[in-house]
């Protein structure tokens, strides 16, 4: 079998001021990716995080990614996008689920979280969801400070962060990103993406300002 070779990982950060295209190498597990290219522009035709011109804003971005492919000697196609602005926010939800005595899976976290994000959208007009992050579970009645899954009970709830933005932020964003001809990986809030680059797992957990 041959060996794979390294995956390609980017990421697009438009900001109102300044574009970024970043490129990275991933030769494996445990390994931290490697740069191998950067792309920096003006943003022209956004303001606010919001989209004014779309079509500065395509030629803005599409300056940028050229910038990063010269320098990685690669074509990007798809890539991770970085969404800030003053339409972010966060909400807090809450769900529970009954689970007639059977271990605890997957399937049920994935659930409590879709629920929280239906119960919210129902009441709330104009916003999309980005992330919906656990911050505690409840088991029984009694709190967790951990994962749920494998446990055994009757009931499970949990409490969630919901990072927000408004759909016609993000649809704009979106089209700019699809004009320059990539495909969107995933949406990531500025300030969520910041905190998997800069804070350690135990900040994480432990919750910082």
């Known amino acids: 079998m041959m060996p794979q070779g390294p995956t390609i990982i980017a990421g697009i950060d438009i900001g109102s001021t300044t574009t970024r295209v970043i490129i990275t190498e991933h030769a494996g597990s445990g390994m931290h990716p490697r740069v191998i290219g950067v792309g920096k522009t003006e943003t022209i035709g956004i303001s606010k995080g919001y989209v004014i011109h779309e079509e500065e804003a395509v030629r803005s971005l599409h300056s940028a990614i050229k910038m990063a492919e010269k320098m990685a000697n690669v074509t990007l196609d798809r890539a991770y996008v970085c969404i800030g602005g003053i339409s972010l926010e966060t909400h807090h939800q809450s769900s529970s689920i009954h689970l007639q005595r059977k271990e605890i899976s997957t399937k049920d976290t994935l659930m409590l979280r879709s629920q929280a994000i239906e119960d919210f959208l129902v009441k709330t007009k104009n916003k999309t969801v980005l992330h919906a992050i656990p911050l505690n579970y409840v088991l029984d009645d009694e709190e ?16 969630f962060s919901l990072v927000t933005c408004l759909t016609q932020h993000r649809d704009g964003l979106v089209s700019v990103v699809s004009r320059a001809g990539i495909d969107i990986i995933d949406i990531v809030a500025s300030p969520v993406a910041a905190s998997v680059v800069t804070l350690s797992q135990r900040a994480k957990t432990a919750g910082c300002a």
Do not use: R, V
């Open 144 to 159: 967790l400070f951990a994962d749920p899954i494998g446990l055994s009970g009757s009931e499970l709830s949990a409490h």
